[in-house]
């Protein structure tokens, strides 16, 4: 079983900086897909970035490639995602995934969920 905790969200003018973390318990995140997903009001949720450090690769939502990085801090069991030049376009709840299997973008595939973090962003 993996508990996934986010936090790091709140409040941010438009090209601001917040940097989310998702500590993880129960398993290390080693093996694991992690990913980084968002909810809209009113919205599906969506991806935001997808990570395998196995293999080394992470797929970036075309909305946020160059502005969001994503990684992690093995010792401390902790994912991050670092998010620059935001726009009011990122505000949203955001969760962090896990999933015990190759890299995916469709949230249904994850098995682990955060109880997300609200990022709000003012214009």
């Known amino acids: 079983q993996v508990q996934l905790v986010e936090s790091g969200g709140g409040l941010v003018q438009a090209g601001g900086s917040l940097r989310l973390s998702c500590a993880g318990s129960?398993?290390?995140?080693?093996?694991?897909?992690m990913g980084w997903f968002r909810q809209a009001p009113g919205k599906e949720r969506e991806f935001v970035v997808v990570s395998s450090w196995t293999v080394g690769i992470a797929y970036y939502a075309d909305s946020v490639k160059g502005r969001f990085t994503i990684s992690r801090d093995n010792a401390k069991n902790t994912v991050y995602l670092q998010m620059n030049s935001l726009k009011p376009e990122d505000m949203a709840v955001y969760y962090c995934?896990?999933?015990?299997?190759?890299?995916?973008?469709?949230?249904?595939?994850?098995?682990?969920w955060g109880q997300g973090t609200q990022v709000t962003v003012s214009s």
């Open positions: 129960g398993r290390t995140f080693g093996s694991f897909t």
């Open positions: 995934a896990a999933r015990a299997g190759y890299v995916s973008i469709n949230d249904a595939t994850y098995d682990y």
